[in-house]
């Protein structure tokens, strides 16, 4: 279990469903999916690139949840696999209870691996920086006295690929990045990406106009909850 | 389809003291408004004036403002009379839908200004903004195959002119379906008492940024043949980049605008 400190437990019972009961557990979890444990296959991305992660490191901060918050946590490679079940951010003891109105930060995700298509491969090690605050999260946390909460944070990471940011059902690709390498030496430099142009892709209303850009704008929007519970979002917190 | 809005008179509006009264809704026309598409010259020098702009939209909505102490009050009779849609990443400049036209439109703004799109309903409130789809052309819309708007979201024509330089240009672009575009100015203060009318204006040139649809399309050079022709579609290597271009600037909030007149 990775540290972490509880830095405030509400003395008062905010949630009138969690009053009253008995104490359960509630655990904090973080997970990404086989997406990132296993990597994309060719067959999941739309332009025949397979992509895989030889690192991927999550900094989550302020998980609000049950009247308390957790902070400190320390960062969390979640491309180690968990057949599953994630890797736990925290254990504790809670009034039994729901559990709504969840909130948290992801302040930094760094990811390191590889793209390969036709015999093809190109590397990438990017540090994403860019502080969001997912909250008034879709989800309920149900905790027990008989059985232990969970509260997942599941990244998604096939958004890193999305062509767009605000469509309903975008689609994945590689090949821009892949491009981007300038000095074809096989890997994807931040300043590579920097100098070149979003292309095809669908900023919405953002000014974005450079690939850089563009995957911090998509890397704040990995964080959801329980799978595929959504959250609202605040950028740059 | 029956209007969401529709269901309003079986809604309760709530005052600060927590009297319910039913929610104030007006009917107001919705019209095109042909004033941002006069000439204009781009960042490189062009003047251009556009023969055509053509563009498949479909279901306006209109919203207000999401500061938390209207949202409180307004929450309450928006959410019965129409479903709050969640904030998904991405889609954070929506408000809240307190009005609507529901429909699919092909507008022509170049030609068809003061053209009638039918009548919206709005609860009265301070509007900000207001979201559309941007669609295609299909015959259910009047647009028959032979159309070169068939099949396509937008189909805009005109005339570049730099020095000594004129090229004819046709610009076709492809929206994804469904493509909702969000956050449209839409500054206005709708009472139940207001009668006037909402112009739906595409602005070729921001007036904000002093942007233009065609900012950094360098017609000339785009006219390899020298034909005095130039045609800017999808997946045509030698026009790509204008074409993206042209398309990012066509899905943003920059480019159209709801006005309000009494």
Not at chain 1, 31 to 57: K, L, P, R, T
Not at chain 1, 76 to 81: K, Q
Not at chain 2, 55 to 84: C, K, M, N, Y
Not at chain 2, 107 to 122: F, P, Q, V, Y
Request: glycine fraction near 10%; hydrophobic fraction near 40%; charged fraction near 20%.
């Amino acid at each position: 279990m990775t540290k972490s400190s509880l830095l405030l437990m509400s003395s008062l019972c905010v949630l009138p469903a969690a009053c009253g009961g008995d104490d359960g557990t509630l655990v904090v979890t973080i997970y990404g999916e086989e997406f990132v444990e296993e990597g994309i296959s060719a067959d999941e991305m739309d332009d025949g690139w397979a992509v895989s992660f030889d690192s991927f490191v999550v900094t989550v901060d302020r998980v609000e949840i049950a009247g308390m918050t957790i902070s400190g946590v320390d960062p969390v490679d979640i491309s180690t696999p968990t057949n599953g079940s994630g890797q736990q951010l925290s254990q504790q003891d809670v009034a039994a209870g729901e559990y709504t109105d969840t909130s948290y930060t992801i302040s930094r995700v760094e990811v390191a691996g590889k793209a390969t298509k036709d015999g093809v491969e190109k590397t990438f090690a990017w540090d994403l920086a860019a502080p969001t605050r997912y909250l008034n999260c879709e989800t309920t946390t149900v905790v027990e006295a008989s059985a232990p909460g969970t509260f997942q944070i599941t990244v998604h990471a096939d958004h890193l690929f999305y062509d767009s940011i605000v469509a309903e059902e975008p689609q994945l690709f590689f090949q821009a990045f892949a491009d981007a390498d300038s000095d074809a030496d096989g890997s994807i430099t931040w300043e590579e990406l920097s100098a070149q142009g979003i292309g095809a892709y669908d900023p919405g209303n953002a000014d974005i106009d450079n690939l850089a850009d563009w995957v911090i704008a998509l890397s704040q929007t990995l964080g959801h909850v329980d799978g595929e519970g959504h959250c609202d979002v605040e950028g740059q917190v | 389809m029956m209007s969401r809005i529709a269901l309003a008179g079986a809604s309760l509006f709530w005052l600060g003291c927590g009297v319910a009264s039913e929610a104030p809704k007006v009917d107001l026309e919705v019209v095109v408004d042909d004033v941002g598409v006069a000439a204009f010259e781009t960042n490189l020098g062009y003047r251009v004036e556009l023969s055509g702009a053509r563009v498949a939209v479909a279901d306006l909505v209109f919203t207000v403002a999401g500061e938390v102490h209207t949202i409180a009050l307004w929450q309450r009779a928006s959410d019965i009379l129409v479903p709050t849609a969640h904030a998904h990443p991405g889609h954070s400049q929506g408000g809240e839908v307190t009005g609507e036209l529901p429909g699919g439109f092909v507008i022509d703004w170049a030609n068809e200004g003061d053209r009638s799109l039918g009548t919206g309903t709005l609860i009265a409130g301070s509007y900000t903004a207001a979201n559309f789809v941007l669609s295609s052309g299909t015959e259910e819309l009047g647009v028959m195959p032979q159309d070169p708007l068939y099949g396509h979201t937008a189909l805009i024509e005109g005339t570049a002119i730099k020095g000594q330089d004129t090229v004819n240009f046709t610009v076709v672009i492809d929206s994804p379906e469904g493509r909702e575009l969000i956050g449209v100015p839409f500054e206005a203060e709708i009472t139940a008492s207001s009668t006037g009318t909402i112009g739906f204006r595409l602005e070729a040139l921001d007036p904000i940024e002093l942007d233009s649809l065609f900012a950094d399309i360098d017609f000339v050079a785009l006219d390899d043949d020298l034909d005095g022709n130039v045609v800017i579609e999808t997946d045509v290597a030698a026009v790509e980049d204008a074409y993206n271009e042209i398309r990012r600037k066509l899905q943003t909030h920059d480019h159209f605008r709801f006005v309000y007149t009494e």
